[in-house]
């Protein structure tokens, strides 16, 4: 059983920075893919940065160089650095795993940009 659990989010000023974190439990963490979604009011969940096993990533356009993923598969831990936070980053924060045809998610993280 996965369960993932992230943390980190709140409100911010924009051009300020945030931190996420997702613990995950479980046994596979350290051979799955894994990400960071975020989904807006009335607007479909997106992809925005995710890392595989292996410790390639790949990011949105819309956040690129502003934002930084990282894992630490010794702690079960995967982070999401938001840095130069913008209006448009408001948003609910999700970590998703993915192992073979499985995908898992956590509960979610409300940030919040003001401007």
């Known amino acids: 059983q996965v369960q993932l659990v992230e943390s980190g989010g709140g409100l911010v000023q924009a051009g300020g920075s945030l931190r996420l974190s997702c613990a995950a439990s479980g046994s596979i963490f350290s051979i799955s893919a894994m990400g960071w979604y975020r989904q807006a009011p009335g607007k479909q969940r997106e992809l925005v940065a995710a890392?595989?096993?292996?410790?390639?990533?790949n990011y949105a356009d819309s956040v690129k160089g502003r934002f930084t993923i990282s894992r630490d598969n010794a702690k079960n831990m995967v982070y999401l650095q938001m840095n130069s936070l913008k209006p448009e980053d408001t948003a609910v924060y999700y970590c998703?795993?993915?192992?073979?045809?499985?995908?898992?998610w956590g509960q979610g993280t409300q940030v919040t940009v003001s401007s």
């Open positions: 998703n795993l993915g192992y073979l045809k499985f995908d898992y």
């Open positions: 890392i595989t096993r292996g410790g390639s990533t």
